[in-house]
């Protein structure tokens, strides 16, 4: 079975620019989802969705929105990039015996300058 | 809102040598994951303990679970090289799927 595919894998962007990162979880999993990684805040909670729904969200601004198409596979965009937005983004997919166990991709390291 | 509190932050050690990982929050989790992540990938999943005071065994590591699901212990046992790496706990809390992560323990294992 495929593990979760995260692309493009590096990014450098400019303040102001917008982005988008995609994430194709693994086969038959149908929640994603997205957490941003940084050294001083840690592992942080973006948003999870189910069957192109989004079901959780965590606490961060508008500028950061996502979606889920039909195949499961997951979008995740930034607006309006500040240099804090510089980060590891994780996808995480889940479906196996616990509903809340992550799988996560090899991430997006996105450098805002 | 949930914390979940590691300790410690980081830590260095020999190879052969034993250590603890905490993981203790003020909240009730409904389950509690143990993860391991190497530079430049994502977290791997290395078990879930649901049951208070749950003890699972993965070779030479044992976890832990709280008799009251608000802590959890990770034990290593002679400490490898290959064990090195961020270690992360995260719980369910209950009533909502989404998961909180704890900020990591950060392990070195010297050969």
């Known amino acids: 079975k495929a593990g979760v595919t995260q692309t493009p894998r590096y990014l450098i962007k400019t303040r102001g620019q917008q982005v988008t990162l995609s994430c194709s979880p693994i086969?038959?999993?149908?929640?994603v989802s997205w957490y941003q990684q940084t050294p001083g805040q840690g592992l942080q909670f973006l948003f999870e969705?189910?069957?192109?729904?989004?079901?959780n969200k965590g606490n961060f601004p508008g500028r950061f929105s996502g979606r889920q198409f039909s195949n499961s596979r997951s979008e995740m965009n930034v607006s309006t990039l500040e240099l804090g937005d510089s980060a590891l983004y994780l996808c995480?997919?889940?479906?196996?015996?616990?509903?809340?166990?992550?799988?996560f991709g090899q991430g997006t390291r996105l450098t805002v300058v | 809102t949930q914390l979940l509190e590691q300790s410690p932050q980081f830590l260095s050690i020999q190879e052969g040598e034993n250590l603890t990982v905490y993981c203790n929050s003020s909240?009730?989790?409904?389950?509690l994951q143990w993860y391991r992540q190497e530079p430049g990938e994502g977290p791997v999943l290395l078990v879930t303990?649901?049951?208070?005071?749950e003890v699972k065994k993965l070779k030479r590591l044992t976890f832990q679970f709280g008799d009251a699901r608000k802590d959890s212990s990770l034990h290593i046992t002679a400490a490898q090289p290959g064990d090195t790496g961020l270690y992360l706990c995260?719980?369910?809390?209950?009533?909502?799927?989404?998961?909180?992560f704890g900020s990591g323990t950060r392990l070195q294992v010297q050969p």
């Open positions: 995480a997919s889940s479906g196996g015996t616990y509903e809340t166990e992550a799988f």
């Open positions: 086969s038959g999993h149908r929640s």
């Open positions: 969705y189910f069957s192109e729904t989004q079901r």
């Open positions: 909240s009730v989790f409904s389950s």
């Open positions: 303990v649901v049951t208070g005071g």
């Open positions: 995260a719980g369910e809390g209950t009533g909502r799927r989404a998961l909180t």
